[in-house]
Nanobody
Framework: QVQLVESGGGLVQAGGSLRLSCAAS????????MAWYRQAPGKQREPVAV???????NYADSVKGRFTISADNAKNTVYLQMNSLKPEDTAVYYC?????????????WGQGTQVTVSS
């Protein structure tokens, strides 16, 4: 089992910045990728950014150029630096980790952290 603990959410004005963190702990064999998703009220959960164990990144079009995902592999921690925040970025942000090998590969989710951007 892998546990994820997120931090860094909060209330910020439009144009401001926030940094989310997600630390993984527990029975970690191999982390293949770490990602951030978000879910706004009344909407489906959507991917925001992903970083692979090799350092490759990918972003949703809506956040490209504003958000940066990074990871500290030694600490099993992933970060999401969010700049130039917009009210439409308001959502609960969830950390996701793809961990394991072969038949023992699983997805784990954090508890979510609220990000609210006021106009």
């Amino acid at each position: 089992q892998v546990q994820l603990v997120e931090s860094g959410g909060g209330l910020v004005q439009a144009g401001g910045s926030l940094r989310l963190s997600c630390a993984a702990s527990g029975s970690i064999v191999s982390i293949n990728a770490m990602a951030w998703y978000r879910q706004a009220p009344g909407k489906q959960r959507e991917p925001v950014a992903v970083i692979t164990s090799g350092g490759s990144t990918n972003y949703a079009d809506s956040v490209k150029g504003r958000f940066t995902i990074s990871a500290d592999n030694a600490k099993n921690t992933v970060y999401l630096q969010m700049n130039s925040l917009k009210p439409e970025d308001t959502a609960v942000y969830y950390c996701n980790v793809d961990e394991g090998v072969g038949a023992d590969e699983y997805d784990y989710w954090g508890q979510g952290t609220q990000v609210t951007v006021s106009s």
